[in-house]
């Protein structure tokens, strides 16, 4: 007679469907932390601030990350510069951020401290306020809302070649203007600041209007390319120069590619730009992630009327 088999029960094999789910959480995991490294390698966030968010969440992307792939994603860090920091530091390459030991985490954030310190705010205020950043981060978007809310704020009018895009008026968007005219009125010395933006059209802000409204006592908000801030900065050392950032690179692309204004080949050379961009922010006084359009047109807005320091 043959003998009955029992089937076996409590089986350690997860259910198809549990595995599926694993798999799936796994993927938007690995996906997080390449976004997380494409954001330090443009510069959208610090190596720091990445830290901050690897101690402050255990089970964030951000503390899942291995300390290889963390360095190898700052700029200017190669494989072999990467294994001699491990190596000083005493950190194993199987070590991820979060399970860091605390003596790990003070010499990590000591080196990074040391060669790649984050950019301070500048003490003081200027009514001259500089808004610029990278290509689609929405500087204009949040110039606009702070104009619309604070009308006691000066919104300077630039001067452009480029045609008008769908919706923009003369004289309210932009003066838009043909080169001949603006030869002239460089030449005529009535741009504060001029400059050749994506190798393609001229932008210049008109002084007159900055000059009568610093006046009459009103601030004046300049939304500007990073070349035209750095004229105002020469022109005028007191100025306060407000860096826009997107909330990631990633986001960055999404807008960039989502207002459709621009082809394909544009659209990489707006981006390469952008990258050029990003690195320069350590020029800037202050810095503002654009993330809400109406949050970074109030924290700009508190930096105006912040009061001085001697």
Not at 288 to 310: G, M
């Amino acid at each position: 007679m043959a003998e009955t088999v029992e089937p076996k029960t409590g089986s350690s094999r997860p259910p198809e469907v549990d595995r599926a789910a694993a798999s799936r959480k796994a993927v938007a995991a690995r996906r997080e932390r390449a976004a997380l490294k494409r954001d330090v390698a443009t510069r959208v966030i610090s190596p720091q601030e990445m830290l901050r968010r690897a101690w402050r969440d255990a089970d964030s992307a951000a503390a899942a990350m291995r300390v290889p792939d963390f360095l190898t994603c700052i700029p200017a860090i190669g494989e072999g510069k990467r294994d001699r920091i491990l190596a000083d530091l005493r950190i194993s390459p199987v070590k991820r951020l979060g399970g860091l030991g605390a003596r790990q985490r003070v010499d990590l954030q000591t080196f990074l401290d040391d060669r790649f310190p984050e950019p301070a705010a500048r003490p003081g205020r200027s009514r001259l306020v500089v808004l610029a950043g990278p290509t689609a981060v929405g500087k204009g978007t949040v110039a606009a809302h702070i104009q619309q809310h604070h009308p006691e704020m000066l919104l300077s009018v630039s001067a452009t070649t480029r045609p008008p895009r769908p919706g923009e008026e003369h004289g309210v968007h932009y003066f838009f203007v043909d080169d001949a005219e603006f030869d002239r009125m460089i030449a005529a010395g009535e741009l504060l600041e001029h400059a050749t933006v994506h190798n393609r059209f001229r932008y210049g802000t008109p002084r007159e209007p900055i000059a009568r409204a610093l006046e009459e006592g009103r601030s004046v908000l300049l939304e500007i390319d990073l070349q035209g801030a750095r004229q105002v900065r020469a022109a005028d050392p007191s100025a306060m120069l407000v860096f826009l950032l997107p909330p990631s690179w990633d986001e960055l692309v999404t807008r960039l590619i989502g207002r459709g204004t621009e082809g394909p080949e544009e659209r990489a050379r707006r981006l390469r730009t952008a990258k050029r961009e990003l690195a320069a922010q350590s020029e800037f006084d202050h810095r503002v992630v654009n993330a809400d359009v109406a949050t970074a047109a109030r924290e700009v807005v508190a930096l105006v009327q912040a009061p001085s320091t001697p």
